[in-house]
């Protein structure tokens, strides 16, 4: 029985074979062009955004349009610097002759199954970075974004990326799983964890590696010494970004008992506020996409980091004090992917700067060097001069005089003192006058 989307794939392996030898010079200005259409098309996006989702302008392109670009001029940048091969100069003395170089290959085929709530960001990077790397894409587009999909896949087209380099698959909901089935050699997900887990374990069965962008439920902390306006402010922007639909929106916020009654007046009224819950309330534990805030007061850091540690997504966090040396260490403590001090969200955008979760939220990074890495495999290839193989002269001939010489290059490299050395240099180089006569 043939895979799903089998025609799809053989199209996209085809234009992959060209596209991964294509200089990354030349990627990249396809790259650069696709930058440029994002602000010429602007108004074509945002339109499209406006009709699946009913989302203003301005904010599809502060939250969308404008970090994309920022995504694809990091790879504009960095992308070559990121792929270049790596020389690897020290070697153990028992290889020397060898030459040894690090290439990122690409994966191949990467399948990339979209989302809905950040539908440009969250489907442009990951497809750029596929794409920058080497790779071709299968794209599969959320179902509530039909509009959106037509449109970024005219941009894309456009841009000057090869005919199915980028194949988008039907914007159904049946479509993902059955991505999960294809010939694809690599998935980039986004959504609900309930789904990840669905469809980490169909690919672990299949042995394709993925990265999970999954679900959050994020914290701030509000310490004692922090500016409370600004953290009851951050707190309701986290809250309510996009009407509560994002994945690393604040969820429950742990503030410090002496500030916590002024905090919560401060905090504006558009969230749902969930007062000093119960510590089994599902609002400390669960993801929901709704503009909800629960708020709990905390005597002493290890009982919030307690608290915190009761829920299973670990995606974000976000720290309000005054002292940067204290948030630090705070942040040390927090099991998340990203910790943001004195702000919340925007600045995880930063494209330099890798993005994603542990736990419930997922695996694996999108963005900065490791997302465009995560994107390739590492290949060495070591070449290694001369003719001294006593490693295969050993097992061939039965050589004694090879243990000899790697006893005493144990010896010589590692052993505690200097006579103990001096004593494994001679062991080796009395095998080495050996090696051979005895065959």
């Not at 294509?22 to 602000?39: D, G």
């Not at 945002?46 to 995504?71: Q, S």
């Not at 020389?87 to 003395?93: A, C, T």
């Not at 999960?180 to 042995?207: I, Y």
Request: charge should be positive.
């Amino acid at each position: 029985m043939p895979l799903p989307f089998a025609a799809e794939s053989a199209r996209a392996r085809l234009a992959h074979t060209r596209w991964a030898g294509t200089p990354i010079r030349q990627r990249l200005t396809v790259v650069r062009k696709f930058r440029h259409l994002l602000v010429e098309r602007c108004d074509a996006l945002t339109a499209a955004v406006k009709a699946d989702l009913d989302r203003p302008a301005d904010e599809v392109i502060a939250t969308d349009v404008l970090p994309t670009a920022a995504a694809a001029k990091f790879l504009e940048r960095h992308a070559g610097r990121i792929l270049k091969p790596r020389k690897v100069g020290w070697r153990p003395f028992w290889l020397a002759g060898c030459r040894d170089v690090v290439h990122h290959r690409p994966h191949g085929v990467v399948g990339v199954i979209g989302t809905w709530n950040y539908p440009l960001f969250l489907n442009a990077v990951p497809i750029l970075h596929a794409m920058a790397a080497g790779n071709a894409v299968l794209w599969k587009p959320s179902e509530n974004t039909p509009r959106f999909a037509a449109v970024l896949a005219e941009l894309l087209r456009d841009a000057g990326f090869p005919p199915d380099l980028i194949v988008t698959l039907p914007a159904t909901r049946e479509a993902g799983p059955l991505l999960a089935e294809a010939d694809v050699d690599f998935v980039h997900f986004t959504g609900s964890d309930s789904v990840g887990r669905k469809l980490a374990a169909r690919l672990g069965e299949r042995l394709i590696p993925s990265a999970l962008e999954l679900s959050g439920c994020d914290a701030a902390f509000v310490l004692a010494d922090a500016d409370v306006e600004l953290a009851a402010r951050a707190a309701w922007y986290g809250a309510t970004l996009n009407r509560g639909r994002t994945c690393m929106a604040v969820r429950r916020a742990f503030v410090q008992r002496g500030v916590y009654d002024d905090f919560v007046k401060r905090v504006p009224s558009s969230p749902e506020l969930i007062l000093n819950p119960p510590r089994d309330h599902p609002a400390l534990r669960e993801s929901t996409f709704t503009p909800r805030l629960a708020v709990v007061p905390f005597d002493t850091l290890d009982d919030a980091l307690r608290l915190h540690a009761t829920c299973a997504f670990k995606l974000t966090a976000a720290i309000f004090t005054r002292d940067l040396s204290a948030a630090r260490e705070l942040a040390a403590r927090l099991p998340v992917g990203s910790v943001t001090i004195n702000d919340v969200i925007v600045p995880t955008a930063h494209p330099g700067t890798p993005f994603g979760g542990r736990g419930a939220s997922g695996w694996g990074v999108t963005q900065g060097d490791e997302g465009l890495l995560q994107m390739t495999v590492p290949q060495v290839v070591t070449v290694r001069a001369g003719k001294f193989r006593p490693h295969v002269d050993t097992v061939l001939n039965a050589d004694p005089a090879g243990g000899d010489v790697t006893a005493g290059m144990l010896a010589m490299t590692h052993a505690r003192t200097l006579g103990a050395r001096w004593r494994g240099l001679r062991q080796m180089v009395r095998g080495m006058k050996q090696f051979g006569k005895s065959s």
